[in-house]
């Protein structure tokens, strides 16, 4: 079939809107039809030519909802109709993986994933010339239709809105569960929460969710403190108007430091300061964030010597076909919230204007609508 998507043809460059063909679902795969996309700062991430793992010519794209179409030969769990939510950590249960409950990193089809192509190791996606086009991180959502393996999608609730609940693919999850599951803050907690966008608004709504006490959030821009407030924020820091070290003035503002700190930035630096914001015996910083190539992080042994700890998270540690749908469900019944963060609604021919709007620092969540 022919279908309508933004193609990434180079890095650095704007993502081309273009007719491409699709083959449909092979053994195992399934042929969805998507309704909605946010633009995560990871799509910006490998268009931009950082990412050294980015290919190209691809197809971006990775926080989408849709409709199955199709269900290719021996794909039980799901039929068309069904409403789903790809996902870029797949969960096969049956891996190595998958059966270590300390992990969600389910590896079934990690390596084709890695390399743009269906577990066949080949591509569904081609330009109308033939040249393929490759897919990324198994979902390619900036496409009107596309092919997953089942065991890339989460069925969902089917009164839940596509357009909200797309969030739910990447930024939602990621940020609460980095809270919820990987952290494991307990009521009451201290934390911060560096770098106020579309996923540390996520980890503060965590952090409300858990029942923390105190949620300082950590942004060198001011905008982002209003939003972040009616999240759960009770204290805002702007590393620019403090006199002196940010990691002692955090330490004074938490009384000790924190419980807990993320990190929702990508920048190292932000990351040493998270983790030595943490408080000493106990404090855990998790590193959520995505750095550029080649970037290390550092800081003193003595740190965790002195019992603070550093770890990081993926897809905010869950599993997505167990855990999504559950988060659907709190969305529907209010139990989070996410159409504040949804500040901007594009078609498919707009959607180079999301990343204008991020990279401009004026939205939280760009979504296109098919
Ligand atoms: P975003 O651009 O919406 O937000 C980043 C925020 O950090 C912005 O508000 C920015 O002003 C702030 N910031 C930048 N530098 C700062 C600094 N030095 N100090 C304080 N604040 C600073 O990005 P996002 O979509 O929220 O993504 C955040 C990070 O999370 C990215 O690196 C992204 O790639 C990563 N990510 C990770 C996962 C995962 O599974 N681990 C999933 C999705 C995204
Ligand atoms: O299993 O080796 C692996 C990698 C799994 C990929 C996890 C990606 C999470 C971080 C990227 C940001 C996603 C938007
Ligand atoms: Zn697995």
Same mark, same amino acid.
């Given at each position: 079939?022919?279908?309508?998507?933004?193609?990434?043809?180079?890095?650095?460059?704007?993502?081309?809107?273009?007719?491409?063909?699709?083959?449909?679902?092979?053994?195992?795969?399934?042929?969805?039809?998507?309704?909605?996309?946010?633009?995560?700062?990871?799509?910006?991430?490998?268009?931009?030519?950082?990412?050294?793992?980015?290919?190209?010519?691809?197809?971006?794209?990775?926080?989408?909802?849709?409709?199955?179409?199709?269900?290719?030969?021996?794909?039980?769990?799901?039929?068309?109709?069904?409403?789903?939510?790809?996902?870029?950590?797949?969960?096969?249960?049956?891996?190595?993986?998958?059966?270590?409950?300390?992990?969600?990193?389910?590896?079934?089809?990690?390596?084709?994933?890695?390399?743009?192509?269906?577990?066949?190791?080949?591509?569904?996606?081609?330009?109308?010339?033939?040249?393929?086009?490759?897919?990324?991180?198994?979902?390619?959502?900036?496409?009107?239709?596309?092919?997953?393996?089942?065991?890339?999608?989460?069925?969902?609730?089917?009164?839940?809105?596509?357009?909200?609940?797309?969030?739910?693919?990447?930024?939602?999850?990621?940020?609460?569960?980095?809270?919820?599951?990987?952290?494991?803050?307990?009521?009451?907690?201290?934390?911060?929460?560096?770098?106020?966008?579309?996923?540390?608004?996520?980890?503060?709504?965590?952090?409300?969710?858990?029942?923390?006490?105190?949620?300082?959030?950590?942004?060198?821009?001011?905008?982002?403190?209003?939003?972040?407030?009616?999240?759960?924020?009770?204290?805002?820091?702007?590393?620019?108007?403090?006199?002196?070290?940010?990691?002692?003035?955090?330490?004074?503002?938490?009384?000790?430091?924190?419980?807990?700190?993320?990190?929702?930035?990508?920048?190292?630096?932000?990351?040493?300061?998270?983790?030595?914001?943490?408080?000493?015996?106990?404090?855990?910083? +998790?590193?959520? &964030?995505? =750095?550029?190539? %080649? *970037?290390?992080?550092? /800081?003193?042994?003595?740190?965790? @010597?002195?019992?603070? +700890?550093?770890? &990081?998270? =993926?897809?905010? %540690? *869950?599993?997505?076909? /167990?855990?999504?749908?559950?988060? @659907?469900?709190?969305?529907?019944?209010?139990?989070?919230?996410?159409?504040?963060?949804?500040?901007? /609604?594009?078609?498919?021919?707009?959607?180079?204007?999301?990343?204008?709007?991020?990279?401009?620092?004026?939205?939280?969540?760009?979504?296109?609508?098919?």
């Amino acid at each position: 079939m022919r279908t309508r998507a933004a193609v990434a043809i180079e890095a650095g460059k704007p993502l081309e809107i273009m007719d491409v063909n699709l083959e449909g679902p092979k053994a195992g795969e399934v042929l969805v039809e998507i309704k909605a996309t946010g633009i995560c700062h990871t799509d910006e991430f490998t268009l931009s030519g950082a990412d050294p793992e980015g290919l190209f010519p691809a197809i971006l794209g990775h926080e989408g909802a849709g409709v199955v179409l199709e269900v290719g030969e021996g794909v039980t769990s799901l039929k068309p109709g069904d409403h789903v939510i790809p996902l870029y950590t797949p969960e096969c249960r049956q891996c190595e993986y998958c059966l270590n409950p300390k992990t969600n990193l389910c590896q079934a089809i990690r390596t084709t994933q890695g390399q743009g192509l269906m577990p066949d190791g080949t591509t569904r996606f081609s330009m109308l010339d033939g040249t393929p086009i490759l897919h990324y991180m198994g979902c390619s959502t900036f496409a009107n239709h596309t092919v997953l393996p089942e065991i890339a999608l989460a069925k969902v609730n089917p009164d839940a809105p596509f357009d909200k609940i797309c969030y739910i693919g990447c930024g939602v999850t990621t940020g609460i569960g980095a809270v919820i599951n990987t952290a494991k803050v307990e009521i009451g907690s201290r934390a911060i929460v560096f770098g106020l966008g579309g996923i540390g608004l996520n980890v503060i709504q965590g952090l409300r969710l858990a029942g923390a006490d105190q949620i300082v959030g950590v942004d060198l821009n001011d905008s982002k403190s209003q939003m972040a407030r009616r999240f759960g924020m009770t204290d805002f820091v702007n590393p620019n108007d403090v006199q002196g070290d940010l990691v002692a003035h955090l330490v004074e503002l938490t009384g000790g430091g924190a419980d807990y700190t993320f990190d929702a930035t990508g920048n190292v630096n932000v990351m040493r300061a998270a983790l030595e914001s943490a408080h000493k015996g106990w404090g855990e910083s +998790v590193i959520i &964030g995505v =750095a550029p190539a %080649g *970037a290390e992080i550092s /800081t003193r042994p003595f740190q965790l @010597v002195t019992g603070r +700890v550093w770890r &990081g998270t =993926a897809f905010g %540690g *869950a599993r997505g076909r /167990t855990d999504v749908p559950k988060i @659907v469900d709190w969305y529907m019944d209010g139990k989070i919230e996410i159409d504040p963060m949804i500040t901007h /609604t594009l078609s498919l021919d707009e959607i180079n204007t999301g990343f204008d709007l991020m990279h401009r620092g004026e939205s939280i969540r760009s979504v296109v609508v098919y």
